[in-house]
């Protein structure tokens, strides 16, 4: 649902290790799943993004696995960087019609320790 | 190549001003747009959307109204700001049904700080 009113969890991961970053879905009904990062001060930016058919999602350092049982989603950075320092929200589509009404989910802040 | 712009990047106003934030897409066409808002440290908060010129959607009772003049163009205004009105405004823009569905592009972004 609405992400409005709650305050970022926190993430912290030592540079190097692997993240992983999870969110929880409201919508069974939704058919793709997006995850953005978003540095300070700027908007966010595109991903990964996987459809309802699949489980899981490869992209390049980053992995998306959804698990529809239990309307979990989860984002797996490998060998985090200090540029990966961001904060990440995954968002959801019901895939309908000509809106494509997005929601996203409350967020999470990524702290990568040198 | 698809871009989007938004205008002014950063703005302080009295309570009580009005308002009027800018974002402009190039380089796609009758693409849907959004305004967000997000407080500090916090999530995004869709404010409006619109499919089309003219047609726009609430998606929360506030004091801010918005517009689509022409097909690339959304504007955001308000005729008198609160304080509660401060955060960073994000436009974006995704494509029509047909496209790849879900992907939203945002905009850098607006601070606004209301005194």
């Known amino acids: 649902g609405e992400s409005v009113g709650l305050h970022l969890p926190t993430l912290s991961v030592q540079e190097g290790d692997n993240s992983i970053i999870n969110c929880a879905y409201s919508?069974?009904?939704?058919?793709?799943f997006i995850w953005y990062k978003q540095e300070s001060g700027k908007g966010p930016q595109f991903i990964i993004d996987?459809?309802?058919?699949?489980d899981k999602r490869q992209g390049q350092r980053v992995t998306v696995l959804l698990n529809k049982t239990v309307k979990h989603l989860s984002l797996q950075i490998a060998a985090t960087q200090p540029g990966d320092s961001a904060v990440y929200f995954c968002?959801?589509?019901?895939?309908?019609?000509?809106?494509?009404?997005?929601?996203f989910g409350t967020g999470t802040k990524l702290q990568v320790i040198p | 190549s698809q871009t989007i712009h938004q205008w002014p990047a950063t703005l302080v106003q009295p309570v009580g001003s009005p308002l009027s934030l800018e974002c402009t897409v190039e380089?796609?066409?009758?693409?849907?747009l959004y305004w967000y808002r997000q407080a500090a440290g916090r999530g995004l908060q869709l404010l409006f959307y619109?499919?089309?010129?003219?047609?726009i959607s609430s998606e929360v009772p506030q004091n801010l109204s918005a517009s689509r003049p022409q097909d690339r163009q959304f504007i955001l205004s308000s005729k008198k700001l609160l304080l509660s009105d401060s955060g960073f405004y994000l436009c974006?823009?995704?494509?029509?049904?047909?496209?790849?569905?879900?992907?939203?592009?945002f905009g850098p972004g607006t601070r606004l700080t209301v005194l």
């Open positions: 996987i459809r309802s058919n699949m």
């Open positions: 619109s499919v089309g010129i003219g047609q």
């Open positions: 919508n069974s009904a939704s058919d793709y």
């Open positions: 968002a959801e589509n019901p895939g309908s019609g000509g809106y494509q009404k997005v929601t």
């Open positions: 380089g796609t066409s009758n693409p849907n």
């Open positions: 974006a823009w995704s494509v029509l049904a047909g496209g790849p569905i879900g992907e939203q592009f």
